[in-house]
């Protein structure tokens, strides 16, 4: 008997020998994170006074329509629909995993009657009745682990759906701003067709007059028709690009959609010199960090299998002659516990640990390649947005310029210094720089958009750096 209850000690302190060396190394992860974060410009890792930013996209620009546009798509886009479920999906494994904390608690109740055939009227009647509990009291932290995985991946789905919901809030302001655009231009392009059409038929009556060759005449057909495709192409743009909006706010694609008549006002995006503060509430950085949690709860996870389980388990039951089923005397209690480990499994669980490590390994690089695809969307669109201003600038004076050679051209039209032609050309001219101020004024819009994405969310309340690991 001594002999046995030796060899059962040897083999449990066997157990917890080997599954000694399974401990995760949390302060080396947390270093290599740390690390991650620290290889930042320095003006990116201390935290300044912003300046103040739109606090929804609705105010971003100030337009009515857009924002009765950005309200539909929120309630109304499809994908954010599927983004809501995956969410919900993730809330409800995670409330599997934290019921595991629990004992779970079950009954049985069972009867049956026997009878012979030669004797109907005689009948054995029998009963089973019971219940039982089980219970992991997780002394290794294995359960624990998975609800932290749980709960890590629940926030990268909540992330994600920010993130997605701020795309499709981006999207919707950009096609709002392009079908402002495709409307202008398309009435330049029109204007412009006129002007054009005016030359053909100025020109049709200089070649029968004998003034120009027919290669000139070729040339302004030439240019009409060229004028008139391109008529058509923006046309068909801005159909298109209401059906793109259309879908986007939960449509069917209609071609029929109001807008503005003019492009909204630049919106003030405040300094780029407090980055650090805006950065850590990108949600692309807030899911790769949730991401690293989960990936950190994986490897305890499979460090957490290496040690033994201890199961506590319990049942109260019964079994006899039906009409003993009330009798509390016929009621035993039976209560158990077990130790279970595993002694050799072939490397299987060590090759999980090691495919734990690659993956946390994964998202590290990830995590890194975040915040400097970050660093750059900042500094990118903050730059493209001051370029773009300063070529507005620009070309508003240009157009000024154009605007009095053209009052000038029609003064000397009127006092017959020169022909109509020549007032036409001046004119398309003046268009031409609408025209490019008109495609400036949207890129500058589109820049602001990409800098509100990039500077991260306003008013949103950041998990604990804590968190990263743990506890």
């Known amino acids: 008997m001594m ?4 060899f059962i000690v040897g083999a449990v302190f066997g157990l917890f020998l080997i599954s000694a060396c399974a401990a995760v190394d949390k302060q080396a992860i947390n270093t290599r994170i740390e690390q991650a974060e620290h290889t930042l410009p320095n003006h990116w890792q201390s935290a300044m006074l912003a300046a103040s930013h739109p606090r929804s996209w609705q105010s971003l620009f100030g337009d009515p329509l857009l924002a009765e546009y950005l309200a539909r798509a929120g309630s109304q886009n499809l994908s954010l629909e599927q983004a809501a479920a995956r969410i919900r999906q993730s809330a409800a494994r995670l409330r599997q995993s934290e019921a595991v904390l629990l004992p779970t608690i ?13 004797n109907l009227n005689t009948a054995n009647d ?7 509990a089980s219970w992991d009291p997780d002394i290794f932290g294995g359960n624990k682990a998975d609800i932290r995985q749980s709960t890590a991946l629940l926030a990268v789905q909540k992330a994600n759906g920010e993130r997605l919901r701020r795309t499709i809030m981006a999207q ?37 007059a004998g003034d120009i060759a027919r ?7 030439l240019e009409f028709e060229n004028a008139s495709a391109s008529v058509q192409n923006l046309e068909f743009s801005a159909r298109q690009s209401r059906r793109a909006l259309s879908l986007l ?22 300094s780029q010199s407090l980055p650090a503060n805006l950065l850590a509430s990108r949600f692309d950085i807030l899911a790769a960090r949730a991401n690293l949690v989960a990936r950190i709860a994986t490897l305890e996870s499979a460090a957490a ?51 734990a490590n690659a993956s946390l390994d994964e998202a590290l690089a990830s995590y890194k390649q975040i915040l400097r695809n970050a660093v750059s969307e900042v500094n990118a669109a903050f730059d493209e947005t001051a370029v773009l201003r300063r070529s507005l600038a620009a070309l508003n004076r240009a157009s000024i310029a154009a605007n009095k050679a053209l009052e000038l051209e029609k003064i000397k039209y009127d006092l017959g210094e020169s022909i109509l032609l020549d007032v036409l050309t001046v004119q398309r001219r003046v268009n031409s720089i609408k025209s490019s101020r008109i ?31 743990s506890r």
């Open 305 to 355: 299998d290496d040690w033994p389980r201890i199961g506590l388990s319990g049942r109260i039951g019964s079994s006899g002659n039906l009409e003993d089923l009330f009798n509390p005397a016929r009621y035993i209690a039976n209560l158990a516990a077990s130790l279970v480990g595993v002694i050799f499994d072939n490397g299987r669980n060590q090759a999980r640990r090691d495919g």
């Open 126 to 132: 029998s009963y089973g009745a019971g219940i039982s």
């Open 106 to 118: 079950t009954a049985d109740l069972r009867a049956s009657g026997s009878t012979l055939l030669t």
């Open 439 to 469: 495609s400036t004024e949207r890129r500058l819009l589109d820049a602001q958009i990409s800098a509100y994405l990039a500077i991260g969310a306003q008013n949103y309340e950041l998990p604990s750096k804590a968190n990263i690991l």
């Open 172 to 208: 919707v302001a950009r096609a709002y701003i392009f079908i402002i655009t495709a409307d202008l231009q398309l009435e330049l392009a029109r204007e412009n067709l006129s002007f054009i059409a005016e030359t053909k038929r100025i020109s049709k009556a200089r070649f029968d």
């Open 215 to 221: 290669d000139n005449l070729s040339l302004s057909l």
């Open 249 to 270: 706010i939960g449509d069917f694609g209609a071609d029929k959609l109001s807008v503005a008549n003019a492009l909204p006002a630049p919106a003030l995006l405040g």
């Open 3 to 6: 002999i046995k209850y030796k």
